[in-house]
C-alpha cells in the first residue's frame, strides 16, 4: 500500500507562510528546509544523516536559549534601571521626607526586610537555629524554633535594616529568605512633635497629622524626590515642649496646650500638646470654655463698632442683673471704670454690659468674623468644630463676653488674636512653610488693632497678665480662666487657665509679631487662674524663641520703628 505523502501538508504550509510577515516567514521557511532534509534522508536511505539533522537541530535550539537568557540577564545587570522599591529611588508608596522650615528631618522613608524561613528547605534546623541566633540575639528563641520545627513558611522577623537582613543572609542557610518592605521612620528623639506629625499605616498612607493632611503632596514630592517642608522650627518646637512640660509639673495640671504663631503669615512654629504619649492632639480638638480671653473680642467688636471707645464708662459697682441671673467680678473693683479698666482689672460686670448693649446680631457677626463659629481652617483634619450656643438671650450675650457659653479650641482662639495684633486681618493658620497662601479678610479695622495691641500690653504691664512680662521683648496678651461643668455646677476646683500673648506688641502693624497660647487644664495648684499658671510659661517661651525669630530687645516701655519711646496712643496711630 502507498504510503500518505507529507507534501500536501506542506503545501498548505508553504501557502499560508507567503501570508506571514518576512522574519516570522524566514522561521517557517527554515523550519522547511530542515523538514525537507529529513525527508531526503530518508529517500536517499541514509537514515544517519536523518540522526545528525535532529541532533544538530536540539542543539541549536538549547543554543539560541540560553543565548537568550545569556543576553536577557546581562541587560537585566548592566544596563536596565534599578528596581524602584530599592532605598533610593522613589516607589509607588514612598513619600518624601519631611522637614522643618530649616530643612531638618522629621520623618522619612526607609527599606525595611522581613524574613521567611521555610523548614521543608531547611538542611540542618539545628545548624540554622544556632547560627540565626549567633547573627541576631534578640530575636526571640521560641518564635524561631517555632518556625525551624514548624510545617509551613512562616514570618519569624520584620522591620529588619540592611545590615540585620545582610548577616543573617551571609550564613547561606537554606529555607532562609527575605521580602523587602517600606517604612516609614521618625527620627526626633523623644517622640518631639509626634502629635503634630501623626502617623503613617503599614501600606504608607497617612493616618494621621501632617502624615494624612498632606498625604497626596507627600506621595506627589516623594515620587519627584523632592522633600516637603513644613512652618514649625524645630529650635522653637523643643522650647515649646519643654515650657508645656514644666508648666504641667508646677501646676500639677491633668493636660496641656501650647502654640506659637506667625500672625502676619499664619504659619505654625510650634504646636504641642500634653501629656506628649497621647494620641490626641489637644490643640486642634480639644474643646474648652477659656474664660476673659473672650474678654478680647468683645471689646474689640465694642471698639470696631463705635459701641465703646477707651473712655467709655461702665458701671461695675455692683453686680450686673439679668433677670434672676447675678454676674459679679472676681477682681471687684465695685466702682465705674473706663472701657480699658474694664479689660486691665477682667471685669464681667463691665464686659456683660457692653455684649448686652451691642445685641445678639453684633456679638454674632463678629465672633463669626473671628472665626470662633466654625472649625480653624488650618490643613489638620483633625481641626474640630466647635461647641456654640443655640439662642443668643441676653444672659448668653453676658456668658459670651468673658468666655462661657462657647467651646472653642486652641487653634480657634490663637487665630482670632492674631487677627486683631496684624493690622485686623483673619489669617489662617497653616503647617506649610510660608502659609497657606490664602488671601486674608480684613475683620477689624486697623485702628481697633492699634487699641487691641495697647490693651494687651498695658494688661501685661499693668494689668493681670504681669507674670508674662519678658524683660525688652514688649510682651502682650490677655488672662482667661474659667471654671468646668461637672455635670451640675461650675466646679472653682476643677478649672482651666489659660494666657494669650503677642511680642513684639509695639511697631508697625505689618513688623514681624508672634503669637503664644499657653492652656493648663485641670491645674492641682492653687491659684488656679490664667495668670498663674500659665502667664509664666508664655513669658518664657518668649525670652527663649526671640532670637529664633529677630526679635531683639529694647526698652520695656512702647517703642516705635523709628526708635522714638514712650509713645501714647497718638504715636502709635501716626505710625500706621
Do not use: C
Not at 254 to 268: L, S
Not at 523 to 550: D, H, N, W
Request: zero cysteines; proline letters at 5%; aromatic letters at 8%.
Amino acid at each position: 500500500m502507498r504510503r500518505p505523502s507529507a507534501r500536501g501538508p506542506l503545501k498548505d504550509l508553504e501557502s499560508r507562510a507567503r501570508r506571514l510577515s518576512p522574519s516570522w516567514r524566514w522561521l517557517a521557511e527554515a523550519v522547511w528546509w530542515i523538514e525537507h532534509g529529513f525527508e531526503r534522508a530518508r529517500a536517499d536511505a541514509r537514515p544517519e544523516e536523518d540522526s545528525r539533522v535532529r541532533i544538530f537541530l536540539v542543539m541549536a535550539v538549547f543554543g539560541l536559549v540560553f543565548s537568550g537568557l545569556a543576553l536577557r540577564a546581562g541587560y537585566a545587570a548592566l544596563l536596565k534601571p534599578v528596581d524602584a522599591g530599592y532605598a533610593g529611588v522613589a516607589s509607588d508608596r514612598s513619600r518624601a521626607d519631611l522637614t522643618d522650615r530649616n530643612g531638618r528631618l522629621l520623618a522619612t522613608d526607609v527599606i525595611f526586610y522581613a524574613m521567611f524561613i521555610d523548614p521543608s528547605q531547611v538542611w540542618d534546623r539545628d545548624v540554622a537555629f544556632r547560627e540565626i541566633r549567633r547573627a541576631m540575639p534578640e530575636l526571640d528563641a521560641d518564635r524561631l524554633k517555632g518556625a525551624l520545627w514548624g510545617d509551613r513558611q512562616v514570618i519569624v522577623a520584620s522591620g529588619l535594616t540592611p545590615q540585620e537582613r545582610a548577616k543573617v543572609h551571609d550564613l547561606g542557610l537554606g529555607g532562609v529568605t527575605f521580602s523587602m518592605e517600606d517604612g516609614r521612620v521618625y527620627p526626633l528623639e523623644g517622640g518631639q512633635a509626634r502629635h503634630l506629625i501623626g502617623a503613617t499605616d503599614t501600606g504608607g498612607q497617612g493616618i494621621s497629622g501632617v502624615e494624612l493632611a498632606f498625604d497626596k503632596e507627600l506621595r506627589a514630592d516623594g515620587a519627584a524626590g523632592e522633600p516637603f517642608a513644613l512652618s514649625i522650627d524645630l529650635r522653637i518646637q523643643g522650647v515649646v515642649e519643654s515650657e508645656l512640660a514644666t508648666a504641667m509639673a508646677e501646676t500639677q495640671a491633668k493636660a496641656g496646650v501650647a502654640i506659637v504663631t506667625n500672625v502676619q503669615t499664619g504659619e505654625v512654629l510650634a504646636m504641642a500638646s500634653w501629656p506628649d504619649s497621647g494620641s490626641r492632639n489637644l490643640a486642634t480638638s480639644g474643646h474648652y470654655e477659656m474664660g476673659s480671653v473672650f474678654k478680647s473680642f468683645t471689646v474689640a467688636a465694642g471698639l470696631d463698632t463705635g459701641a465703646a471707645d477707651m473712655a467709655t464708662l461702665f458701671d461695675a459697682s455692683e453686680p450686673f442683673m439679668i433677670g434672676n441671673r447675678r454676674i459679679t467680678d472676681f477682681h471687684a473693683q465695685n466702682r465705674v471704670m473706663t472701657l480699658e479698666e474694664v479689660y486691665l482689672h477682667s471685669s464681667n460686670i463691665g464686659t456683660s454690659r457692653l455684649a448686652v448693649q451691642m445685641g445678639p446680631d453684633v456679638m454674632k457677626d463678629y465672633f463669626g468674623r473671628l472665626g470662633l463659629l466654625e472649625r480653624a481652617p488650618i490643613e489638620l483634619v483633625e481641626s474640630a468644630a466647635p461647641r456654640v450656643p443655640r439662642d443668643w438671650s441676653p444672659s448668653t450675650l453676658a456668658s459670651l463676653s468673658f468666655g462661657y457659653g462657647i467651646m472653642v479650641t486652641p487653634v480657634q482662639v490663637i487665630t482670632a488674636v492674631g487677627a486683631l495684633s496684624n493690622g485686623g486681618r483673619y489669617v489662617p493658620l497653616s503647617l506649610r512653610k510660608g502659609g497657606a497662601g490664602t488671601e486674608p479678610v480684613q475683620v477689624v479695622s486697623t485702628q481697633t488693632s492699634v487699641n487691641m495691641l495697647d490693651l494687651m500690653r498695658r494688661n501685661v504691664v499693668r494689668g493681670s497678665g504681669g507674670r508674662a512680662n519678658a524683660a525688652g521683648l514688649r510682651v502682650g496678651g490677655k488672662t482667661g480662666s474659667a471654671n468646668k461643668w461637672t455635670g451640675s455646677r461650675y466646679d472653682p476646683a476643677v478649672a482651666v487657665g489659660t494666657f494669650i500673648g503677642v511680642f513684639p506688641s509695639d511697631g508697625p502693624l505689618d513688623a514681624p509679631r508672634y503669637a503664644i497660647l499657653v492652656l493648663v487644664d485641670e491645674p492641682g495648684s492653687y491659684p488656679r487662674t490664667g495668670g498663674f499658671v500659665a502667664a509664666p510659661a508664655v513669658g518664657r517661651i518668649a525670652e527663649r524663641i526671640a532670637p529664633f525669630v529677630g526679635v531683639k530687645r529694647a526698652d520695656d516701655a512702647w517703642q516705635l520703628a523709628d526708635g522714638r519711646p514712650n509713645p501714647t496712643l497718638k504715636d502709635m496711630e501716626a505710625s500706621l
